[in-house]
């Protein structure tokens, strides 16, 4: 609520209250937005070399609360309004516009740093992962996290966004610092009761330290017997030591025993040797990178919620009897679905499917992401449909309603029920104990990195289309175009993904874990 309640409203503050220019505020706001799903790696980063999740969410809502208020403040200050004319122009009150920036970017920091620790620190506390209860409530956990997380861009989209512009910008932002005081609140209310893990050391400098060793010991032979590999196991220490895969073989030999007297005498540079769990580590992000990338073309295509499926909804009838429907408002519909398909999935699909296989198993993670990439499939064509069908419906004088629209969002969020949530909950799971938090920001980051591809894809398609034949396929005016063409070509991409995915997800090898 607290992050969304600056971020919906926030060119039309800098523009109508800082007076900036239309296409500065636009790049502010991107800049903004940029930096925000960004430092999330950095705060992942911090937090399994040296902090930990639990200070990390500390120190950031503490930062996060500062420049809530630093904002808060902001607008609390007088400012004149002057003309302006249509590129930019300066603010009237300078010492305003640095305490509301000094405060905004102070936020942006904060926030990653949440993003990156709350949910691994949340899965930790059900961390056993032979424990049949903890590894339901973990599930649920995962449910749970991103459902609240878009019903808080539901309430601050509406309430926070109505106070802004009915009321006043100061108590508008007020309410969303009061938000993120709460949360501070109940954060430390329930530190007594919370698990905290220690940092395990800097995952990134392992990394390099296994390619390093990898290279340096290129002309040793890698021995059949697995056995005869390097490993530390100790009965004093609690560690997690993961199973020797016989995959990339070539970075087998980083724990190649070359001189056992290094290893006995206590000498061995981590450099030139390293342990098999090291090696593992390495070889879990390799598999994982494939997933991910489909990942991206995922969110790419699930998107379009945000961007083409609203443009279509506004050129279609919006009224419905008497009301009229924004088109925007429709996202509320399909968090409404993603709820009810996340509530089918766990009491009738799982139990189903344990009913269904003898051994009583269920849907695997890899299974559970692969519908919801199906799914993404029939949710773009069923949009290039529409579209063919509204575009119809305007030749014959008439406009189309835009209850349609809900069908592609009812399946759409079947998609982002069966793929977004499980994918944090399998990065997750296969992540090593020293990048729990990584990974995790990394499966987030498909997010950020899905929306820039799709406007990648949409501007030059539209480029392309208005060279090749104007107006193009998605000109100005959507009745002159063709908008379903462009679904198609999306529908395409993302039978595509799915194929590629299948591929990657039929090769995968688990994590396996020896000693815990």
């Not at 009321?167 to 329930?190: D, E, H, K, P, R």
């Not at 290129?218 to 100790?234: C, F, G, K, Q």
């Amino acid at each position: 609520m607290a992050f969304n309640g600056i971020a919906t409203n926030l060119v039309v503050y800098l523009r109508s209250v800082l007076h900036g220019g239309i296409s500065s505020s636009a790049s502010t706001v991107s800049l903004w937005y940029g930096t925000s799903f960004f430092v999330p790696m950095l705060g992942a980063a911090i937090a399994d070399t040296c902090l930990g999740n639990y200070k990390t969410i500390l120190i950031s809502l503490i930062m996060y609360l500062i420049g809530m208020v630093l904002i808060t403040v902001a607008t609390f200050l007088p400012s004149t309004s002057i003309l302006c004319d249509a590129s930019s122009c300066l603010s009237s009150n300078g010492t305003q516009t640095v305490i509301f920036f000094a405060g905004l970017y102070l936020t942006a920091v904060g926030c990653g740093g949440v993003r990156s620790a709350l949910l691994p620190f949340g899965a930790n506390q059900f961390n056993n992962e032979n424990n049949l209860v903890d590894i339901k409530r973990r599930r649920n956990f995962f449910s749970s996290f991103y459902i609240c997380v878009i019903f808080g861009v539901i309430t601050s989209g509406t309430i926070i966004v109505w106070v802004q512009e009915n009321v006043s910008w100061a108590i508008g932002y007020g309410v969303a610092t009061t938000c993120i005081g709460l949360a501070l609140i109940g954060f430390l209310v329930g530190t007594p009761i919370f698990q905290q893990d220690e940092p395990c050391g800097s995952p990134v400098k392992s990394i390099f330290q296994v390619i390093v060793a990898s290279f340096r010991n290129m002309t040793l032979e890698v021995p059949a017997d697995s056995s005869l590999l390097y490993e530390v196991r100790s009965n004093h220490i609690q560690r997690t030591i993961l199973a020797h895969s016989d995959d990339f073989r070539f970075l087998d030999k980083a724990a190649v025993i070359s001189d056992p007297s290094l290893v006995y005498g206590g000498c061995r540079s981590s450099w030139s040797l390293c342990t098999v769990t090291e090696v593992e580590e390495l070889k879990i992000l390799i598999r994982l990178l494939p997933i991910w990338v489909t990942g991206i073309f995922f969110a790419a295509a699930i998107s379009q919620m945000h961007t083409t499926f609203i443009q279509q909804g506004a050129v279609m009838n919006t009224k419905i009897g008497s009301l009229s429907i924004p088109p925007a408002s429709l996202y509320s519909f399909e968090v409404i679905c993603v709820t009810l398909w996340v509530l089918s999935m766990n009491k009738v699909l799982v139990p189903a499917t344990r009913t269904y296989f003898a051994n009583g198993a269920e849907l695997t993670q890899l299974q559970r992401i692969g519908i919801g990439r199906f799914l993404m499939i029939f949710a773009m064509a069923m949009a290039a449909l529409l579209e063919t069908k509204r575009l119809q419906s305007v030749q014959e004088g008439e406009l189309l309603s835009i209850v349609w629209q809900l069908p592609q969002y009812f399946v759409i969020a079947g998609a982002e029920c069966f793929a977004v949530i499980t994918q944090l909950e399998f990065f997750h799971g296969q992540a090593p104990d020293s990048m729990k938090s990584i990974l995790t920001a990394f499966a987030l980051l498909t997010t950020a990195l899905g929306n820039y591809l799709s406007s990648a894809i949409i501007t030059l398609i539209a480029w392309v289309t208005r060279v090749w034949h104007s107006p193009g396929w998605i000109p100005d005016d959507l009745n002159k175009g063709h908008l379903d063409y462009y679904y198609w070509c999306l529908t395409a991409l993302s039978l595509v993904n799915f194929v590629m995915y299948l591929y990657f997800a039929s090769k995968y090898k688990l994590k396996k874990v020896v000693i815990c």
